[in-house]
């Protein structure tokens, strides 16, 4: 079997330089002052500035763990899509979604954009349309990031499987893309926003989806759930037991068809325990490198969020499985990557 390509399914934008922070600080100011309310064309960044803060960075990592391109998103935590109102969103989805697509050109071998979306608290996720379809046609983008809870930490939006949403998923169905589901920061003190908020809400979406019927009105969408699924894969029984009271088929017919866990899970117990629980089919390699958890490991004296080394380790997986992991499940779960791929040779 050929070497696999390592596709990273989880990358953001998280060493952007400077001026994009200090914009969107003075984006925030004006909200209250619309006098400071900066122009688009006030942010002002540099190829040059971009290739730096990429080659430094993302770049050197992947060379230095091994993995061949990655799907590239604006910075998760940087979305706070409950600052402001639709025209604030809307502005700064625009700004970030270009940025990655700049990066996706400079470096065209190693990075394929996704897009954020311009979500707002109680605005009709339909207003996202624009932005999402200027991002695959424009831009080649391959998914999308959805941010289950606007509201950044009490949950104000319907669930996942209400109609408010099917907008967006008439468009994911029509493009043929992926949405990962990855909420933003938390402004609730109840929950850090990496290792509560971000956690919860991978486990909220699955439940979600198992109380609802999702997938019978839309039989191709397919969702990514990051961080390896919060909860879901160590919790696996109690989800089974749950969608059995509840009268649904079972997980495996139910929802694995159309979802799927990344493994951003930074230590090798607990990927043993995804690829136990979950089938190879449902898991695509990630590791939002430069992400929640970027120190060394003092057990190992790798980095934390190394992923590949986990992957490599495993004793579960074999060649076949490590292939599927690497590259053959993006390439199916992410149709227009592997299109983008195939054009290219690959």
């Given at each position: 079997?050929?070497?696999?390509?390592?596709i990273d399914?989880?990358g953001?934008y998280?060493?952007?330089?400077?001026?994009l922070?200090?914009?969107?600080?003075?984006?925030i100011?004006?909200i209250k002052d619309p006098?400071?309310m900066p122009?688009?064309a006030?942010?002002k960044?540099?190829?040059?500035?971009?290739?730096?803060?990429?080659?430094?960075?993302q770049?050197?990592?992947?060379?230095?763990?091994g993995?061949d391109?990655?799907?590239f998103?604006?910075r998760a935590s940087?979305?706070a899509?409950?600052i402001g109102d639709?025209?604030?969103?809307s502005t700064?989805?625009a700004?970030?979604?270009e940025?990655?697509?700049?990066?996706?050109?400079?470096?065209?071998d190693?990075f394929?954009p996704?897009?954020?979306?311009p979500q707002?608290?109680?605005v009709?996720?339909?207003?996202c349309?624009?932005e999402?379809?200027k991002c695959?046609?424009e831009y080649?983008?391959?998914?999308?990031?959805?941010?289950?809870?606007p509201?950044g930490?009490?949950?104000?939006?319907?669930?996942?499987?209400d109609k408010q949403?099917?907008p967006i998923?008439?468009?994911m169905?029509e493009?043929?893309?992926?949405?990962?589901i990855?909420v933003?920061?938390s402004c609730n003190?109840?929950?850090?926003?990496t290792?509560?908020?971000?956690?919860n809400a991978?486990?909220t979406?699955f439940?979600?989806?198992?109380?609802?019927?999702?997938?019978?009105d839309?039989?191709?969408?397919?969702?990514i759930?990051?961080?390896?699924g919060g909860?879901v894969p160590?919790?696996?029984g109690r989800?089974?037991g749950?969608?059995?009271?509840?009268?649904?088929?079972l997980l495996k017919?139910h929802l694995?068809n159309n979802?799927?866990?990344?493994?951003?899970v930074y230590h090798q117990?607990g990927?043993?325990l995804?690829?136990k629980?979950?089938?190879?089919?449902n898991i695509?390699?990630?590791?939002?490198?430069?992400?929640?958890?970027?120190?060394?490991d003092p057990?190992?004296?790798?980095?934390?969020d190394?992923?590949?080394?986990?992957?490599q380790a495993?004793?579960i997986?074999n060649?076949e499985h490590r292939y599927?992991?690497y590259e053959g499940?993006?390439?199916?779960v992410?149709p227009?990557l592997?299109?983008?791929?195939?054009a290219?040779?690959?």
């Amino acid at each position: 079997m050929k070497n696999p390509m390592i596709i990273d399914c989880h990358g953001h934008y998280t060493t952007a330089p400077k001026a994009l922070e200090n914009w969107r600080n003075q984006q925030i100011a004006g909200i209250k002052d619309p006098a400071l309310m900066p122009k688009v064309a006030d942010l002002k960044i540099s190829d040059d500035e971009l290739r730096e803060s990429i080659e430094t960075n993302q770049l050197r990592l992947m060379k230095e763990r091994g993995s061949d391109l990655t799907i590239f998103s604006p910075r998760a935590s940087f979305m706070a899509h409950h600052i402001g109102d639709f025209n604030v969103s809307s502005t700064w989805a625009a700004i970030c979604n270009e940025l990655c697509y700049r990066v996706s050109q400079l470096f065209p071998d190693h990075f394929v954009p996704a897009a954020m979306l311009p979500q707002s608290p109680g605005v009709d996720p339909a207003t996202c349309i624009p932005e999402l379809e200027k991002c695959v046609k424009e831009y080649g983008n391959v998914g999308i990031n959805l941010n289950p809870d606007p509201s950044g930490g009490h949950w104000t939006s319907p669930p996942l499987t209400d109609k408010q949403w099917y907008p967006i998923y008439e468009k994911m169905v029509e493009y043929d893309i992926p949405a990962m589901i990855h909420v933003s920061t938390s402004c609730n003190a109840c929950f850090h926003t990496t290792g509560a908020h971000y956690l919860n809400a991978d486990t909220t979406a699955f439940m979600q989806l198992i109380q609802g019927d999702l997938f019978k009105d839309f039989p191709t969408l397919k969702f990514i759930i990051p961080h390896g699924g919060g909860a879901v894969p160590y919790h696996w029984g109690r989800f089974r037991g749950l969608a059995q009271e509840m009268k649904k088929p079972l997980l495996k017919d139910h929802l694995l068809n159309n979802v799927f866990f990344d493994t951003c899970v930074y230590h090798q117990p607990g990927i043993d325990l995804l690829t136990k629980v979950i089938p190879v089919d449902n898991i695509l390699f990630a590791s939002e490198m430069i992400g929640a958890v970027r120190g060394i490991d003092p057990e190992t004296g790798n980095y934390y969020d190394d992923t590949k080394r986990y992957i490599q380790a495993s004793n579960i997986l074999n060649d076949e499985h490590r292939y599927k992991v690497y590259e053959g499940n993006a390439r199916r779960v992410f149709p227009r990557l592997d299109a983008a791929l195939k054009a290219k040779g690959k």
